[in-house]
């Protein structure tokens, strides 16, 4: 009975030397924007987002230049988490590539999709919403996250989520 009463009698403190150690672990994921991407990766991101939205055909005249959102980031990554890249949402792209694809492969397989983008009638031939949403004129804000994923093999979920000011 004793050793049953020292381990209950233990437990509060080891309670709060964990609510501790957690909050610290929450506080850095938030500084670190939540979602494992490094600088450099965001800044890859959006340079190779912003690349595309300069090259779009007819050109926009009012195409915004992307900024990285670490709020959309978080929610991005909440998505990619959950390993299903197939679900899709208002503002949302997401994709599903080999452990091994570089980063920006993913916005560069959404803009290959524009070949089945119609711009005169605004119509996608087949499914080409992930161009539409990268390229939106109006989007200012673009957030990301990235995940590796372990179902019926090895493979990497990338979600993008876009916003405005």
């Given at each position: 009975m004793s050793s049953v009463y020292l381990y209950l009698h233990a437990?509060?403190?080891h309670i709060i030397i964990m609510i501790c150690a957690l909050s610290l672990v929450l506080v850095l994921a938030v500084l670190q924007g939540?979602?494992?991407l490094t600088d450099d990766e965001k800044s890859?991101?959006?340079a190779r987002h912003n690349q595309y939205r300069t090259n779009v055909q007819p050109r926009a005249a009012?195409?915004?230049a992307l900024r990285w959102n670490d709020e959309l980031a978080n929610t991005a990554q909440s998505r990619a988490n959950r390993c299903e890249w197939r679900v899709w949402g208002k503002g949302m792209s997401a994709s599903r590539g080999l452990v091994d694809t570089n980063l920006v492969s993913f916005v560069d397989w959404w803009n290959i999709a524009k070949r089945a983008y119609n711009f005169e009638d605004n119509t996608?031939?087949?499914?080409?919403?992930?161009?539409?949403?990268m390229v939106r004129a109006t989007t200012s804000l673009v957030g990301c996250g990235m995940t590796q994923c372990e179902r019926e093999f090895a493979y990497k979920v990338f979600v993008c989520m876009y916003g405005t000011r």
């Open positions: 437990t509060p403190h939540g979602n494992g890859q991101i959006v009012n195409m915004l996608c031939a087949e499914n080409c919403y992930s161009y539409t949403r």
